[in-house]
């Protein structure tokens, strides 16, 4: 239990046995940590309800104070608040029975849940931008954390596969190959399983397309008309789509692989196709969506609304299917092939009215269970270091292999500087501290805000940094391979950094729980650089390894691992490791 929790226990036995309401006495951390580390105000808030000064309630109390092995100072201040300091061997005691037996547990979520997550979102044959960075990196912390205490969750990258996109694709294709196999409808044989294009060839084709049906409206008809081919099912049209598949998956796994990004599942927009025809029927027979103007919607406003909620479209005047109709068929399908509790979205916060049309159309048709839970988890922009949306240099849209590239560059500049190490090594060791200054630089800000991409600031070795943390845990480890030995029974703090930083480490649980329930991978980012910080604190205030004292010494070896633990248990949740040496 969180120790705020065993001293309000005992504080409200005592309020309870002075004669006042137990609700007063409510202990909190302390906004004096100088003067005390714990304190309840409650005396103050009873005083009016009594009307009784509150120095006379907290001294009441005080004298009601029952037997407990928790409080190691207590004391009322003017002109009524309660200050508390837990005591040391209560504190050295619950680390022990947490994390003595060399496990470090997270408690679990009484009512476990399944549950599945979508997110990183790419679209085939259209390179990674820095836009699809945030969903997968905040996606990947949120399915861990969620994982690690209990809930089962799947993964799901939900490929934007469909659509007009496709048909882009395969007219800039036919109009540079025209003589393509896939092209002839005639032909009845099988397709050639090579690609006729290479991955780099692919993702010039798509954003030549895009460019050009903006001005060549013939094209453009063209690549709608490829589009409907493709969702009709003709056959070369399917085994072309086939082929920009597999090279495009073959990429794209390659890339999350090296942001250690892994997906349960890799089903795609299309993977919801067979779904939709059924569904539209049903929509129509139920009575939930109907004609307007040519085109099927749902209506989803509701009476409370303060801004205008438009309808929910479920096809187009011309009976082509969009965005929302995948959308709804996913819904469809998952229901059906994994029954979740709750779906969570990643996605970025720009298409939070589309999410609230797509939630109330599903739940208004019932295409979910009462109680499913939908969940959409909305991000926001990574700028540049002038506040703008981030771009290239020329004004593109930056790629994310070129803004990792700068980040890996800049990362291995640092480490070579910082001591004379073999250049293999700092490239190894720029991979996986670069990878944290990115991760951390994106999860330490509430998702929901926009932040500023900093590159200079991410790889900084101070300051609440990815690899400020990581220099951390080699540094603990480095000390525990110096002392090569099993470390010994905790002892009660010896001075007040030891004290707090145990007093960290002891909030661990509790800190994970409420990353969990509010799916916010940002408070285990406030929890570590705090528990980095009193690390150092004490870490500087040491001397762990001249230590003549053999069993303190070896209480703090303990202490350090445990410390360790806790810390890599965290930026696994984050999606990071750490490297030996750096
Ligand atoms: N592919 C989409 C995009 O790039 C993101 C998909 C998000 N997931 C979803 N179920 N709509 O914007």
Redesign the pocket.
């Known amino acids: 239990m969180e120790l705020t929790q065993v001293l309000s226990d005992v504080l409200k036995e005592a309020f309870t046995a002075a004669g006042y309401d137990a609700a007063y006495a409510q202990v909190k951390v302390s906004d004096r940590p100088d003067l005390c580390e714990f304190q309840c105000n409650g005396a103050m808030a009873a005083a009016k309800a009594y009307h009784k000064a509150p120095f006379m309630i907290a001294d009441d109390v005080l004298k009601h104070l029952p037997e407990n092995d928790c409080i190691g100072r207590i004391e009322v201040v003017k002109p009524g608040f309660i200050n508390i300091d837990s005591d040391p061997a209560y504190i050295s005691r619950s680390l022990s029975s947490l994390y003595g037996s060399g496990e470090t547990p997270i408690p679990q979520a009484a009512k476990p849940r399944r549950i599945v997550i979508?997110y990183g979102?790419?679209?085939v044959a259209k390179p990674l931008h820095v836009g699809?960075l945030r969903s997968a990196v905040i996606g990947e912390s949120i399915k861990r954390i969620l994982r690690a205490v209990g809930h089962e969750v799947l993964g799901d990258v939900?490929l934007?596969d469909w659509g007009l996109q496709m048909g882009l694709i395969m007219t800039e294709v036919r109009e540079r190959q025209p003589d393509l196999i896939y092209f002839d409808e005639s032909y009845e044989g099988d397709y050639p399983e090579e690609a006729p294009f290479t991955i780099s060839e692919l993702e010039e084709i798509y954003p030549a397309a895009s460019a050009r049906s903006k001005e060549d409206e013939a094209y453009k008809a063209r690549a709608m008309e490829a589009t409907h081919k493709l969702q009709m099912g003709v056959r070369g049209y399917r085994a072309l789509w086939e082929r920009i598949m597999a090279i495009s998956i073959a990429d794209l796994k390659k890339n999350y692989q090296k942001l250690d990004v892994t997906f349960d599942l890799w089903k795609a927009e299309s993977d919801a196709q067979p779904y939709i025809p059924d569904m539209v029927t049903y929509l129509k027979d139920g009575g939930y969506a109907h004609y307007d103007q040519g085109a099927l919607v749902i209506d989803v406003a509701e009476e409370t609304d303060t801004a205008v909620i438009p309808p929910c479209m479920v096809l187009k005047s011309d009976g082509a299917s969009l965005?929302n109709t995948t959308?709804l068929a996913?819904i469809v399908e998952r229901m059906k092939l994994f029954d979740p509790d709750e779906i969570i979205?990643v996605?970025?916060k720009r298409?939070s009215l589309y999410f609230t049309q797509i939630f109330r159309a599903a739940r208004k048709a019932h295409l979910v269970k009462e109680e499913t839970g939908l969940r959409h988890i909305g991000f926001g922009t990574m700028n540049g270091r002038d506040g703008k949306p981030f771009k290239t240099r020329a004004g593109g849209v930056m790629r994310l292999e070129t803004l990792l590239q700068n980040i890996y560059d800049e990362m291995e500049k640092k480490i070579s500087e910082n001591r004379n190490v073999k250049e293999d090594d700092a490239r190894t060791t720029a991979a996986i501290v670069g990878l944290s200054a990115v991760k951390y630089g994106d999860l330490s800000n509430q998702a929901s805000k926009d932040y500023i991409f900093d590159v200079d600031k991410f790889t900084s070795f101070e300051g609440n940094t990815g690899p400020y943390i990581l220099y951390t845990i080699v540094r603990i480890k480095s000390i525990l391979a110096k002392y090569g030995a099993e470390g010994g029974t905790l002892l009660p703090p010896a001075s007040r950094e030891e004290k707090d930083l145990m007093l960290a480490l002891t909030d661990f649980g509790s800190v994970i729980a409420d990353a969990a329930e509010n799916m916010a991978p940002h408070r285990i980012c406030a929890y570590i650089f705090r528990t980095a910080n009193e690390f150092n604190r004490f870490y500087h205030e040491t001397h762990i390894l001249t230590e003549e004292d053999k069993a303190r010494q070896a209480s703090w070896i303990t202490l350090l691992d445990m410390t360790k633990r806790v810390l890599e248990t965290c930026i696994d949740l984050l999606g990071f490791k750490a490297p030996e040496h750096m």
């Open positions: 979508d979102g790419p679209n699809h939900h934007g965005y959308d996913t979205y996605v970025d298409q």
